[in-house]
């Protein structure tokens, strides 16, 4: 009789484990989307807001995917009509979202890269004064093959002294 209770009672203590494992992994699975669903959506259109609140202009928010679509067809688009040999103007050719968006929303606007929201400012004392902050809030952002050839390892891209 005493095996049988010591039995019973292994049974019923792995059986509660068991519930307490999954109870715990159905808790963790939750909390993983939430932080998902606020990193993915929740934040990135609250600063988009907030830049709207501010009088900052832009294309409309687009959750997780962003402005990608629209980017992607525009950058087919400029690759797929020859290039004006004689002018110097490459924007349009490589940054054609660039040059619509700052024709549509003025020389400061707001768009959104997948998740990032992103703030385009031409206005050079603005620029001055953004990259003189000495508190660490706009970081200069990791700079893609394309930008590094057009703009080379300047000002613009360095990070710290050089």
Do not use: C
């Not at 939430?34 to 609250?46: C, D, K, V």
């Not at 549509?104 to 990259?131: A, C, H, N």
Request: aromatic share 10%; hydrophobic share 40%; net charge positive.
């Amino acid at each position: 009789m005493n095996l049988a209770n010591t039995i019973s009672v292994r049974d019923w203590s792995s059986a509660m484990l068991l519930q307490w494992l999954i109870a715990a992994t159905r808790v963790a699975i939750l909390l993983g989307v939430a932080r998902l669903l606020r990193g993915l959506w929740l934040r990135p259109l609250q600063i988009y807001e907030g830049l709207r609140k501010q009088g900052v202009k832009g294309s409309a928010f687009i959750p997780i995917v962003g402005n990608q679509p629209e980017v992607v067809r525009l950058l087919y688009g400029a690759a797929s009509t020859p290039m004006n040999r004689s002018s110097n103007e490459i924007v349009p050719r490589i940054l054609p979202y660039y040059t619509k968006w700052s024709k549509i929303y003025g020389e400061s606007f707001v768009y959104t890269f997948g998740s990032e929201v992103r703030l385009v400012i031409s206005d050079p004392e603005q620029m001055k004064e953004i990259l003189s902050n000495k508190f660490g809030h706009f970081p200069n952002q990791p700079a893609t093959p394309t930008s590094r050839d057009l703009m080379g390892d300047g000002l613009v891209l360095a990070k710290g002294e050089k």
